[in-house]
């Protein structure tokens, strides 16, 4: 496979075409990389990635105050230093990523303006605000703190650094005609937009060599109205290689289609190849793509069609840390998928401790988790969905004696709903993974097998771990229960097949909004009725998901009513109230989204006969990261 051929960047070998691409990680209090850090890299190392670009470091607090790791003195280069050596145990090279902050992407506080490169242009969290230019002195001080902070990565063994230019950040806003209205020698021009990365690698340079390796990060599409297009992006390609760059590492989109740069579950595989592959044509230095690259077919063709020169992996390495060994040893079918959830991002933005739905041990690979058990219990997991297999798969790898009972003729639960929408083809795979994952495992598995109180006790039981999910909230209504009343789970589970042409959706939350595309691309026409002033409006979901969600919403010509209740059900139309007046709106056939109802009774049943726990939607509905992380919470405690 092209994937595992060795490859130079510079002077610098890899020896394989896969790249750990730049993800936030907890720093110690002081900026400096922590033991975690050490472990979470070398784990990536262990499993088989050539390259690893650090997380962003931060060159100084003078304009921002970060959380981010920082290389902002020679005190630094110590821990900095444990992070290379642990990821060169295992052949891995090692880039930092460095350079400037965020500029008008930057949040202090509502009163407080960000610097950028113009005071005419808005911060993107508070559109009244406007940010505060850098003054030329101002951009020379960053310009010397970013070749000091090049010098220090260099001094800590890293094999290369990046410079960060890309996502809407301060480079970015600087090199774009959109953010960037200045008049002086940095404004204007693409020759004098460029003028500040061209004095940031010139810095670079001076501090590190001209041959130290040196990437570059940038986007050369921004997919918005008056952002940077592929021919401007083709001509810094060509500007930046001529200055002595030695790879580039292309990204698309900004915060504004977020989506398109931090991948989500909605997104296409592969779907930044093209841009890349614009960007290749123009250069005769190497290309690092990104964008949803985690099925190694996608990857390994975009190297044979010549697209890139290496396949930069994100969150899929989060997911799993031992993707390029899993493809190298013809295990495809035990990678863990990501489920474009962006969980991980999420917790990071909510200054929570990072973390992935999937992979309960992501950032605590320096801690023991799953201490062979001593004296084996015999556990009963009740409910095969994602808490109930995630639970029995923790609990059977300590050693457990584990009997997993499910109701239904197949595993997988309700994730068989979340991944029922064509676009939702992630969670698809991550329910076929699990699955797989308990057929190998030491489980013995019932399906068809209602529990009850009689058989868990005449089963001897130690311990019971029930997981019995959630239902479908039904509203007490006129008409609910007709004909051509649906929910969303029977819909999204293909359990029932929506009759005519006109559908409308009751609820307008992350189920609702999903179920509405998911029929709007099987050709009905779909409106959505939402209580609430708007859609998503319950949904705890990043930013980037939430911003691509009504994209979709509004690319299939989906009808919202907001503020907008349902009254009554009838033949060929539904009685809405909003605005204080009664409505009717025609109408084939209605989907229920309005919710979801624990499980109960079999916990009431249970109570004081036998020692039990109670996770994931049973406990109470939310999210697949809620019972996936009970699971192996219960699984490695018991």
């Known amino acids: 496979m092209k994937l595992f051929e060795k490859c130079k960047i510079g002077n610098m070998e890899v020896k394989n075409r896969i790249v750990m691409t730049p993800m936030a990680v907890d720093a ?3 900026g400096g990389f922590s033991e975690e850090n050490v472990a979470y890299y070398a784990e990536r190392a262990k499993g088989g990635v050539g390259l690893i670009i650090t997380g962003y470091s931060a060159e100084s607090d003078t304009y921002e105050i970060t959380t981010c790791t920082k290389l902002d003195n020679f005190g630094k280069i110590g821990r900095a230093s444990e992070v290379v050596k642990a990821c060169h145990a295992y052949g891995a090279k090692v880039c930092m990523q460095l350079g400037p902050g965020l500029g008008r ?45 090049a010098l220090i990565a260099k001094r800590s063994g890293a094999d290369a650094v990046e410079l960060r230019a890309y996502g809407g950040y301060l480079v970015d806003q600087f090199m774009t005609s959109l953010w960037n209205h200045r008049t002086d020698e940095y404004g204007g021009s693409l020759e004098n937009r460029l003028r500040f990365i061209m004095e940031l690698i010139d810095s670079i340079q001076e501090n590190c060599g001209k041959d130290y390796p040196l990437i570059v990060k940038y986007n050369p599409y921004h997919a918005i109205e008056g952002g940077r297009q592929i021919e401007e992006g083709q001509e810094i390609a060509r500007r930046l290689e001529q200055k002595g760059v030695h790879a580039l590492h292309v990204d698309k989109g900004c915060y504004e289609v977020w989506y398109n740069a931090i991948t989500t579950v909605y997104q ?64 495809v079918k035990d990678i863990i998928p990501c489920i474009g959830c962006n969980e991980c991002l999420r917790h990071h933005f909510s200054n929570l401790h990072i973390t992935c739905t999937v992979n309960p041990q992501l950032h605590k690979e320096n801690m023991n988790m799953l201490d062979p058990i001593k004296e084996p219990k015999k556990v009963l997991v009740v409910g095969g969905g994602p808490g109930g297999m995630q639970a029995a ?45 308990v057929d190998k495992a030491n489980i013995n598995v019932r399906l068809m097998t209602e529990a009850d109180v009689d058989g868990i006790l005449k089963g001897g039981f130690d ?97 919202i009513h907001t503020n907008t209740k349902l009254a009554e059900v009838q033949d060929g139309q539904i009685m809405i109230e909003t605005g204080g007046k009664s409505v009717e709106i025609p109408c084939d056939a209605v ?48």
């Open 393 to 437: 798969l923790t609990a059977s790898s300590r050693g457990h004696l584990v009997s997993l009972w499910e109701k239904n003729d197949r595993l997988g639960g309700l994730l068989w709903a979340a991944g029922g929408p064509d676009f939702k083809y992630s969670v698809r795979d991550y329910t076929e993974y699990m699955i797989r994952q």
């Open 463 to 559: 311990y019971v771990i029930i997981a019995t999910g959630a239902e479908s909230f039904i509203p007490s209504l006129k008409g609910i229960n007709g004909k051509y009343v649906y929910t969303s789970t029977d819909v999204l589970m293909d359990r029932a097949s929506v009759e005519g042409n006109r559908v409308a959706v009751i609820g307008g939350g992350l189920v609702g909004c999903e179920t509405a595309i998911h029929l709007a691309q099987k050709g009905k026409e779909v409106m959505v009725i939402e209580m609430l002033d708007d859609i998503l409006a319950t949904a705890e979901h990043c930013v980037n998901n939430d911003l691509s969600l009504r994209h979709l919403l509004e690319a299939n010509k989906i009808a």
């Open 268 to 331: 296409k595989d592969g779907h930044q190849l093209d841009m890349a592959a614009a960007i290749k044509q123009a250069v005769n230095i190497p290309v690092i793509a990104q964008g949803k690259l985690n099925d190694p077919s996608v990857a390994e063709q975009a190297l044979r069609d010549n697209k890139t020169d290496f396949i930069g992996l994100g969150h899929s390495l989060l997911a799993d840390a031992h993707w390029g060994n899993k493809v190298k040893t013809g295990q």
């Open 591 to 638: 989907v229920i989204a309005s919710g979801y109802v624990s499980s109960n009774q079999l916990v009431v049943d249970l109570d004081g006969l036998v020692e039990y726990t109670v996770i994931g939607d049973n406990l109470k509905p939310r999210k697949i990261f809620n019972a996936v992380h009970e699971g192996f919470d219960i699984g490695r405690t018991v």
């Open 105 to 149: 992407i930057y949040f202090n506080d509502v009163n407080t303006p960000p610097y950028s490169a113009s005071g005419d242009v808005a911060s993107y969290w508070n559109k009244d605000l406007m940010c505060k230019p850098l003054s030329k002195e101002d951009i020379q001080t960053i310009v010397y703190e970013v070749g000091r902070e």
């Open 28 to 30: 110690d209090p002081d």
